[in-house]
C-alpha cells in the first residue's frame, strides 16, 4: 500500500483498435495480484455525455455499472479481470467534460473570466482524473486515453496529462504508449518507424513515453528492441512486446514474462513481488481444456458485431470454464428468422439465449425463437428485450392472445403485455433516463432461480424503459409461465420461468455485467449446465 496515489496513463499510436484496454486490464492484474489496490478509468474523446445513445455498430456495447452509469464496455474488460466494481467515476468523456465546464460557467463560477481550454477544460480534466485517488481506496490508478496520439480530439487529455506528470513529480505518474509494429510481407520485415512518429508526435506535446508496448504479429528481435529504445529515449527493457494471443486471458501471463509490471513498479519506486496468478491460471487452464463442447445459439439484430454483445460472450467463456466446456457460441441474425426456416436454424443447437436490444427491427425473429424452443424443450435464457420477447411469445401462442405485444413496437397494441413504466411515460431526454443500474430482487422459493443463485436476495444491473405489465401476471401464471423475481420495493416482475420446461427463463436485468473471471454468473454457468446436459440426452 502507498502513501500517495501512483498514477499511470496509457495512450495509443499509429492505430486505433490496438487493445490499450487490454493492456490496462492485464498491466492492473498483475499490480492487484502484488498486494497493490488498482483500478482502472477510461477518458473517451467523443462530446456524447455518455454512449448510451450510441448505435453499437458505432461503438459495440454500452456497459451499465452498479451506480447506473452507461459506460465505454472498456470498463467490462476491468471488471471481469480485476473483480472490483467500477463506476460513475471510471468513465469520463469529452461531453461531460466540457458539460461541466459549460454549467459552471452558467452559475458564474468563474469570476467573469473567459472560459478557455487551458486552463478551464484541462483543470476539469485533471479533476476527474484525480477523483479516484483522492477517494484513499487505491494505491494505483491506471488511466486509458481513447483514440490516438495525433487525434484533435484527444489533444486537451494528453495536455492534462502533461500538467499532472509535473504536478505530481518525480516516481508517481508515468505514461505507457501502445504502439504499432506493422509487417511488411513484400519486405519479410517489421517497421519501426511508425511507432518511432508516433513517439515523436506524442514528445511534441511535451509527453514522454516512459514505457512503449508493441502490438506485433511477429516476435519483435533483440536488434529492433534496441533501435525502438535508441530512438524513442526509452530504457530497452522499456520496450515490451505485445504479441497476438489465442485469448485476451492470456494477456496479463505475456506482460508478466515481458516483465511489464516490474518496469512499471521500479519507475513508480514501488515494491516488486511475483505476482499471485493462481486463480487465474486455474481459470485458464479449465478454458483452455475443455471435457466437452456446446453450442448456443445467440439471437439478435447486432450479431455481425461481436462487441455489440462482448459481455455475454465473455460470460461464456467465465461460465465455460467453470464447467470445463467449451462454448461455441453461434449468431443467429433475428432479421432473418422465421417460421420457415427457424427449424432449420435452431434445431442442431443445445441451448439458445436470446439478446438485449431496443427497437422494433427483428423482433418476430426472436419471438419465432422462443417458440420453437419452448415447444421443442431446448434450455433458453431471454435477457432483458429477451425476457419481454418471451412473455409475448406465450401470450400470443399459449394464452391465444393473438396481437400480444410490446408498446415500444405498437403503442396501439390491444394487449401490452409489455409496457412503459409509469417513471417513464414523461421522459423526453433519451440519454441516462432508463432504469439503471444495479436494483434488488427477491427470488420465490422453490422456483429455478432460487436453485441458482441459493438465496432469496440478489442485485442486479438494469438498463430499459418497458417492463413486464402485472394487469395480464394472473392471466400469464394459471397459463403456466410463473414470474419468479421481482423488484421488493416497485412490485415489478424481474423474472420469469416455465417450470414444466427443462430450462427457461427470462430476466429483466443483465447478468452478463457482473460476470467475472473469479465469479462467473450463476445464471450463464446454470444455463452452460443445462446445455451440456441436454446434448448428451439427445
Request: charge should be negative.
Amino acid at each position: 500500500m502507498t502513501t500517495t496515489p501512483k498514477y499511470i496513463f496509457v495512450t495509443g499510436g499509429v492505430s486505433s483498435s490496438l487493445g490499450k484496454g487490454i493492456i490496462a486490464a492485464s498491466l492492473a492484474k498483475l499490480l492487484q495480484a502484488q498486494g497493490y489496490r488498482t483500478t482502472i478509468q477510461k477518458l473517451d474523446p467523443y462530446i456524447n455525455v455518455d454512449p448510451g445513445t450510441l448505435n453499437p455498430y458505432e461503438h459495440g456495447e454500452c456497459y451499465v455499472t452498479d451506480d447506473g452509469a452507461e459506460t465505454d464496455l472498456d470498463l467490462g474488460h476491468y471488471e471481469r479481470f480485476l473483480n472490483v466494481a467500477t463506476s460513475q467515476a471510471n468513465n469520463v468523456t469529452t461531453g461531460r467534460i466540457y458539460q461541466s465546464v459549460i454549467d459552471k460557467e452558467r452559475r458564474g463560477e468563474f469570476l467573469g473570466k473567459t472560459v478557455q481550454v487551458i486552463p478551464h477544460i484541462t483543470d476539469e480534466i485533471k479533476h476527474r482524473i484525480q477523483i479516484l485517488g483522492n477517494s484513499g481506496d487505491y494505491d494505483i490508478i491506471i488511466t486509458e486515453i481513447g483514440g490516438t496520439v495525433g487525434d484533435i480530439e484527444s489533444l486537451p487529455y494528453i495536455e492534462a496529462v502533461r500538467q499532472l506528470q509535473w504536478d505530481l513529480g518525480e516516481n508517481n505518474a508515468l505514461v505507457i504508449h501502445l504502439t504499432l509494429i506493422p509487417f511488411l510481407s513484400a519486405a519479410g520485415e517489421l517497421k519501426t518507424k511508425p511507432t518511432q512518429h508516433s513517439v515523436k508526435t506524442l514528445m511534441e506535446s511535451g509527453v514522454h513515453a516512459d514505457i512503449l508496448v508493441c502490438r506485433t504479429e511477429h516476435q519483435l528481435s533483440d536488434s529492433i528492441k534496441t533501435k525502438l529504445a535508441r530512438f524513442c529515449n526509452v530504457k530497452k527493457e522499456a520496450v515490451i512486446q505485445s504479441i497476438d494471443a489465442s485469448t485476451i486471458y492470456d494477456v496479463p501471463n505475456l506482460m508478466l514474462d515481458e516483465g511489464l509490471d516490474k518496469v512499471v513498479l521500479e519507475k513508480l519506486a514501488l515494491k516488486s513481488d511475483t505476482p499471485d496468478l493462481k486463480r487465474w491460471n486455474e481459470f485458464l487452464s479449465r478454458h483452455k481444456n475443455p471435457k466437452s463442447e456446446i453450442t448456443i445459439g445467440l439471437i439478435g439484430k447486432y450479431v455481425e458485431l461481436q462487441d455489440s454483445y462482448k459481455s455475454i460472450l465473455e460470460s461464456f467463456i467465465h461460465a465455460g470454464a467453470e464447467n470445463e466446456v467449451s462454448v461455441n457460441v453461434e449468431p443467429i441474425h433475428s432479421a432473418y428468422l422465421n417460421e420457415g426456416n427457424v427449424a432449420f436454424k435452431l434445431e442442431h443447437l443445445d441451448g439458445v439465449l436470446v439478446a438485449p436490444g431496443f427497437g422494433e427491427r427483428g423482433i418476430e425473429g426472436k419471438i419465432e425463437a422462443v417458440r420453437y424452443v419452448r415447444e421443442n424443450n431446448i434450455p433458453f435464457l431471454g435477457i432483458c428485450l429477451g425476457m419481454q420477447m418471451a412473455v409475448i411469445e406465450f401470450a400470443r401462442n399459449v394464452l391465444g392472445l393473438e396481437d400480444a405485444n410490446s408498446s415500444e413496437m405498437d403503442e396501439n397494441c390491444k394487449h401490452p403485455v409489455i409496457d412503459l413504466m409509469e417513471s417513464q411515460k414523461n421522459v423526453v431526454d433519451k440519454g441516462g433516463t432508463m432504469r439503471l443500474g444495479a436494483w434488488d430482487c427477491t427470488l420465490k422459493e422453490n422456483s429455478l432461480a432460487h436453485s441458482i443463485y441459493g438465496t432469496s436476495a440478489i442485485k442486479e444491473r438494469h438498463r430499459h424503459r418497458y417492463e413486464f405489465n402485472d394487469d395480464y401476471k394472473k392471466q400469464i401464471e394459471e397459463a403456466g409461465m410463473k414470474a419468479t423475481g421481482f423488484n421488493p420495493e416497485t412490485g415489478l416482475v424481474e423474472i420469469v420461468e416455465i417450470p414444466s420446461h427443462p430450462w427457461f427463463i427470462g430476466v429483466q436485468y443483465h447478468p452478463e455485467y457482473k460476470s467475472t473471471v473469479a465469479s462467473p454468473h450463476p445464471l450463464f454457468v446454470a444455463f452452460v449446465e443445462a446445455a451440456l446436459k441436454f446434448k448428451n440426452k439427445k
